[in-house]
Nanobody
Framework: QVQLVESGGGLVQAGGSLRLSCAAS????????MGWFRQAPGKEREFVAA????????YYTDSVKGRFTISRDNAKNTVSLQMNSLKPEDTAVYYC??????????????????WGQGTQVTVSS
């Protein structure tokens, strides 16, 4: 089992940057495929980005490509999401998630086994 704790959220003006971090417990972090999701008020949770076990492969939803960068440090049991050129529509609670297998699409939240508590990101216009 793994526990995930997000940090780094906050209030930022449009065009600004934030860096989210997710710290994972346990000694098997490198065996987890990691993802970031977000949920805005009144909307469904949506996939944002994901990274493979080694960090070699990364995946993004179209709306954040070129602005967000996901990375991981398996030695420190952390995964990060660097968010640049933020827009008001990026406002949401951001969640870190982990999955052990390749069952299901990585864009689908139900395919992940563990979730963090979320961190609020608010982008003002």
């Amino acid at each position: 089992q793994v526990q995930l704790v997000e940090s780094g959220g906050g209030l930022v003006q449009a065009g600004g940057s934030l860096r989210l971090s997710c710290a994972a417990s346990g000694r098997t972090f490198s065996t987890y495929f990691m993802g970031w999701f977000r949920q805005a008020p009144g909307k469904e949770r949506e996939f944002v980005a994901a990274i493979s076990w080694s960090g070699y492969s990364t995946y993004y939803t179209d709306s954040v490509k070129g602005r967000f960068t996901i990375s991981r440090d398996n030695a420190k049991n952390t995964v990060s999401l660097q968010m640049n050129s933020l827009k008001p529509e990026d406002t949401a609670v951001y969640y870190c998630a982990a999955r052990r297998t390749n069952s299901g699409s990585y864009t689908q939240g139900f395919s992940y086994d563990y979730w963090g508590q979320g961190t609020q990101v608010t982008v003002s216009s």
